[in-house]
């Protein structure tokens, strides 16, 4: 029987070196035609991120603290930041790419969808098809086929994009960019970004690389705000 497993069970501390770590977490999505002529749409920060600017074929728009998208060429993204820091130590991120189809009403056994219509599909089908037993088909969710055929109830699947911007890295040395002289005026700290993909087919060399339209782009900036140093002996 499975048992679900508590945090808090076995554990209670979080030692880092780092006398203040803080962590920004966010979430956008890549539109370079939205109206709001930012290059992205949806940000999600808990109001931590200002803006996440990045190539727009719109006039460029201005954030609610008043900066200006710059329009940077396709590839990279100037996220800025709602706070001031003292050093920046690392992040991540990751992507959820569009889906190559939506209408896709059969399924090959081994081949991942994401459900995009759920028609009048019982579960029994949904079930049949692959999605593990115990959870109700939702739009949205993915799942790997276990069955080869129509899925039936006019239910659609999609098929999973690829990235074509995998690598992201950080442009020049973000700190001596992440304490601004005048938070209240110009917002804080900013970090750009380079998306990076191949060349071409064939070719491996990466250059800076616009993902597509659609993309769900989920980042983390680690920060140290003490200028504290703590020596251990």
Not at 37 to 63: C, D, I, W
Not at 199 to 227: H, K, Q
Request: aromatic share 8%.
């Amino acid at each position: 029987m499975s048992v679900q497993r508590g945090f808090g069970l076995n554990g209670k501390s979080f030692y880092t070196n780092v006398v203040t770590p803080q962590s920004v977490w966010c979430n956008f999505i890549v539109d370079s035609t939205n109206g709001n002529g930012f290059g992205t749409r949806s940000l999600k920060s808990n109001g931590y991120v200002e803006a996440v600017f990045m190539h727009t074929t719109q006039t460029p728009g201005r954030s609610s603290g008043g900066n200006l998208n710059p329009n940077p060429a396709a590839g990279y993204a100037q996220v800025i930041f709602k706070n001031n820091f003292n050093y920046y130590l690392g992040g991540f991120s990751g992507q959820i790419t569009p889906l190559t189809s939506t209408s896709t009403t059969a399924t090959t056994a081994g081949n991942v969808y994401v459900i995009t219509a759920l028609g009048t599909a019982t579960l029994a089908q949904w079930q049949a098809a692959g999605l593990p037993a115990g959870l109700v088909p939702t739009l949205g969710q993915a799942f790997v086929a276990i069955a080869t055929g129509t899925i039936g109830g006019s239910a659609h699947v999609g098929l999973p994009g690829e990235q074509v911007a995998p690598v992201v890295s950080v442009v020049g040395d973000p700190n001596t960019e992440i304490s601004n002289s005048n938070l209240a005026v110009n917002s804080g700290a900013q970090v750009i970004v380079q998306f990076s993909g191949p060349t071409a087919a064939g070719n491996t060399a990466l250059i800076a690389t616009a993902p597509a339209d659609g993309t769900v782009v989920g980042m983390n900036f680690n920060f140290d705000r003490s200028s504290v140093t703590i020596d251990g002996l």
